[in-house]
């Protein structure tokens, strides 16, 4: 009968050898080698878990940012400064076709020379344009009131304040100027006037000269405003030039339709800063 070798469990790397058998000292690095290797591991996992992990951001919505964005573009324009874009050439040279303005939202006292912005509609008389059919051109008229740029509910203009509520205003002078409550008003603002020439063509003549409108008076809460580029604008007096009488020819501009006074212009770059009174 063949002799039987007993077999018990190692101490090394929990292998079974030979009760005879010793291990060796390759065997015996390799278990080291193995020991530190699990040691490592297990201090990692242990140093990892221990340590909180960083709080996640959460990403706001693009959606969310326009929104703000939007919102916060609203309230300065409705409160602060609402910007505009000049239309024609009838402030000329004051303000010239595509130059940008800005208006005070915050300044109600107006006073004459100032550069007024206000809103109608598609005459004087009313406050709004008609609603469109579209639903997409009422969609970028909402946009536009939002933003300021772009079409609007409502059209705007800009003219000069020349007559305040209760005062009388005419033209012209034996110079060819205009009258507010019996006095010569300065204006060197003024750019290609109309055609008015002393003891030739004024008001006197015949025919009188279209720079000639009768005398007016402003209702309280109304004003009376007109183009620097007087040649070139439809103004508050247009349906009185050239008439020796007129009552009611002419049109004003109610106080509460006064976005408020130009501040500054901001376009072109080159022309940046305020305007002469």
């Given at each position: 009968?063949?002799?039987?070798?007993?077999?018990?469990?190692?101490?090394?790397?929990?292998?079974?050898?030979?009760?005879?058998?010793?291990?060796?000292?390759?065997?015996?690095?390799?278990?080291?080698?193995?020991?530190?290797?699990?040691?490592?591991?297990?201090?990692?996992?242990?140093?990892?878990?221990?340590?909180?992990?960083?709080?996640?951001?959460?990403?706001?919505?693009?959606?969310?940012?326009?929104?703000?964005?939007?919102?916060?573009?609203?309230?300065?324009?409705?409160?602060?400064?609402?910007?505009?874009?000049?239309?024609?050439?009838?402030?000329?040279?004051?303000?010239?076709?595509?130059?940008?303005?800005?208006?005070?939202?915050?300044?109600?006292?107006?006073?004459?020379?100032?550069?007024?912005?206000?809103?109608?509609?598609?005459?004087?008389?009313?406050s709004r344009l008609p609603?469109?059919?579209?639903?997409?051109?009422?969609?970028?008229?909402?946009?536009?009131?939002?933003?300021?740029?772009?079409?609007?509910?409502?059209?705007?203009?800009?003219?000069?304040?020349?007559?305040?509520?209760?005062?009388?205003?005419?033209?012209?002078?034996?110079?060819?100027?205009?009258?507010?409550?019996?006095?010569?008003?300065?204006?060197?603002?003024?750019?290609?006037?109309?055609?008015?020439?002393?003891?030739e063509l004024d008001c006197?003549?015949?025919?009188?000269?279209?720079r000639c409108f009768p005398?007016?008076?402003?209702?309280?809460?109304?004003?009376?405003?007109?183009?620097?580029?007087?040649?070139?604008?439809?103004?508050?007096?247009?349906?009185?030039?050239?008439?020796?009488?007129?009552?009611?020819?002419?049109?004003?501009?109610?106080?509460?339709?006064?976005?408020?006074?130009?501040?500054?212009?901001?376009?072109?770059?080159?022309?940046?800063?305020?305007?002469?009174?």
């Amino acid at each position: 009968m063949p002799d039987l070798i007993r077999v018990a469990p190692s101490r090394w790397g929990g292998l079974i050898r030979p009760h005879a058998q010793r291990p060796t000292a390759r065997d015996v690095r390799r278990h080291v080698r193995r020991r530190r290797s699990r040691v490592t591991r297990v201090t990692d996992a242990g140093a990892a878990s221990d340590q909180p992990a960083p709080p996640r951001r959460r990403r706001v919505p693009w959606f969310t940012e326009v929104v703000v964005a939007l919102v916060a573009v609203a309230l300065v324009q409705a409160f602060l400064v609402k910007p505009f874009g000049v239309p024609s050439q009838s402030m000329e040279q004051t303000l010239h076709v595509g130059d940008r303005i800005l208006v005070n939202r915050l300044d109600h006292s107006v006073e004459r020379g100032d550069v007024v912005v206000f809103g109608h509609g598609d005459t004087w008389q009313e406050s709004r344009l008609p609603t469109a059919g579209n639903p997409l051109v009422r969609l970028a008229r909402w946009v536009g009131d939002l933003t300021g740029f772009g079409p609007s509910n409502t059209s705007y203009t800009v003219k000069r304040v020349i007559g305040l509520p209760g005062e009388r205003v005419s033209c012209c002078t034996a110079a060819g100027a205009v009258i507010v409550d019996g006095r010569a008003l300065e204006e060197p603002y003024l750019f290609e006037d109309l055609p008015f020439t002393p003891g030739e063509l004024d008001c006197s003549s015949t025919p009188r000269s279209t720079r000639c409108f009768p005398q007016v008076t402003v209702p309280q809460e109304n004003l009376l405003v007109l183009g620097d580029h007087r040649s070139e604008s439809a103004d508050s007096v247009l349906g009185c030039r050239g008439a020796a009488e007129g009552d009611g020819c002419a049109r004003f501009v109610p106080e509460n339709r006064v976005v408020g006074p130009v501040v500054l212009r901001f376009w072109p770059l080159g022309d940046l800063g305020g305007l002469s009174r």
